[in-house]
């Protein structure tokens, strides 16, 4: 396989300038080369750490300012040990992974929101948002908001449902979806979804520790057999566990020269495998770059 022979430190000045990157660069490499500036911290206060019983551990970031009474739900959840103990219920191929409690009857804890609004979009008006420039499907316009993936028809905004982004399971009624039990998607987006579930953030490491699981039997790939589950054994907000122990991450700014030189990285090809460039990308086919904080 072909490799860059620019130094790091030529890319990086590369993606700070005005003019583009030379096209030959592949996504890998631009992001590798980002900057400093190219880069947000995810807030502690939004990260919510996930370890599970066969030791591996899921971060995932939350994301307030499009489902704030599910985000400020699934905090207090996690600070009162709700999700402890709580477990991986099912795993249906190319779909989700969804988790919750052991005991459905187990009551919520206070300051919980038992009915909250549906949260599935948001007035346009007041973001910044940056058009993908390629057509969609499923929407009149898609791009992003302050890192994460979005959807609008002119007037509102919503989170996709894009690999890896985490939703907040319910039944039939839009009010029923308390936080308590969440899902991921792990497979081809299923954007039907968007707009009909609240989502509330996204895994930012150890989604392997989930796409890897035994796909579950029952109906909607519901497990069966209750030692198939995967038991969480502990859920913690990271601003709450000791400074030395907290994951960090950086998330691609929207607005920074790599992140432009990315997306057309991923919408033409023109590193030395591709024989002919797409011309085009799929939101969900540009996934945000997110990295371990330097």
């Known amino acids: 396989m072909r490799r860059s022979v620019l130094s790091p430190a030529f890319l990086a ?17 631009i992001v590798a080369a980002a900057p400093a500036g190219a880069w947000r911290a995810v807030a502690p206060d939004n990260l919510l750490v996930m370890d599970l019983a066969n030791g591996a551990r899921v971060a995932i970031e939350l994301a307030p300012d499009f489902a704030p009474v599910h985000v400020a739900n699934i905090r207090a959840l996690a600070r009162a040990g709700w999700f402890d103990g709580s477990a991986v219920v099912r795993v249906q191929d ?51 908001v302050g890192g994460w993936p979005v959807a609008s028809d002119g007037r509102t905004a919503w989170l996709t449902h894009c690999y890896g982004m985490v939703g907040v399971g319910r039944d039939m009624p839009p009010d029923t979806g308390t936080g308590a039990e969440l899902y991921t998607v792990i497979g081809q987006a299923p954007r039907h979804l968007d707009r009909n579930i609240a989502l509330v953030g996204r895994i930012v490491e150890g989604i392997e520790a989930l796409t890897a699981l035994p796909r579950g039997t029952g109906d909607l790939g519901f497990y069966t057999d209750a030692r198939q589950r995967l ?43 591709f024989v002919r460039p797409a011309g085009g990308v799929d939101l969900c086919n540009a996934p945000v770059p997110v990295r371990p904080q330097r």
């Not at 590369?14 to 592949?26: D, K, N, R, V």
């Not at 190319?94 to 052991?102: E, F, M």
């Open 94 to 144: 190319n779909y989700v992974v969804q988790w919750a409690g052991a005991d459905e009857k187990k009551p919520l804890p206070a300051g919980v929101v038992a009915h909250p609004p549906a949260e599935y979009e948001r007035p346009l008006a007041g973001l910044a948002m940056r058009p993908l420039g390629s057509p969609d499907p499923y929407a009149a316009q898609v791009g992003h």
């Open 13 to 29: 000045l590369l993606l700070t300038a005005a003019s583009p990157p030379p096209a030959a660069l592949s996504p890998g490499e």
């Open 231 to 273: 038991t969480i054994r502990r859920v913690r907000m990271a601003t709450d566990m000791p400074a030395a122990e907290r994951p960090r991450f950086e998330v691609m700014r929207e607005d920074a020269p790599a992140f432009a030189a990315y997306l057309d990285a991923r919408a033409n090809r023109h590193d030395a495998f």
